[in-house]
């Protein structure tokens, strides 16, 4: 406790890795958008379900696509800042400890529930609802390199503004 503020206790970590992959608007088809999505989904299930943590930040910034030569590009999820033990969680909640006030997420991407602000608990459907934001957003700017509806077209929209 700090001035009267709650702080919370985060450790930074950095994995540097092979292969270095492109941002999510690099796609070049709607099959390699849907490829990359997929595995993005995939990774997260696997968080959640063999790891025990939440991401909590799905957005097109902490999706990668990888290339390789004569092989389908991939999806890789990063940027795990956010992210929880959901075990760890659990057990603070058993215990009657304070649980974590905190609202987390790219503001676009995030899901109405969190919109709530942060006393509302972060789920693994909160992230597939911030995945869903995301194909939303690319489905109405487009998915191609090169042929996205951008300046001219969506100008006055609302939902660019």
């Known amino acids: 406790m700090c001035s009267g503020k709650e702080y ?3 450790t930074h970590r950095r994995i540097v890795m092979e292969p270095n992959g492109k941002p ?4 070049t088809l709607v099959a390699e958008f849907v490829t990359v999505v997929c595995d993005v989904m995939r990774c997260h299930s696997a968080f959640v379900n063999d790891c025990s943590i939440l991401h909590r930040d799905i957005s097109p910034d902490n999706i990668l696509v990888f290339r390789r030569k004569d092989v389908i590009a991939r999806g890789m999820l990063i940027d795990l800042d956010c ?6 969680e659990k057990r603070e909640k058993r215990e009657g400890r304070v649980k974590r006030k905190e609202m987390t997420g790219t503001l676009p991407y995030m899901s109405i529930n969190n919109l709530g602000g942060p006393i509302v608990e972060h789920t693994s459907l909160n992230d597939w609802e911030s995945m869903l934001c995301v194909i939303c957003w690319f489905a109405t700017l487009g998915t191609i390199s090169g042929k996205r509806r951008w300046n001219e077209e969506l100008t006055g929209c609302p ?3």
Request: no cysteine.
């Open 24 to 27: 999510l608007r690099s796609t």
């Open 159 to 161: 939902i660019t503004a």
């Open 83 to 88: 992210a929880i033990d959901i075990d760890q």
């Open 8 to 10: 919370l206790l985060r």
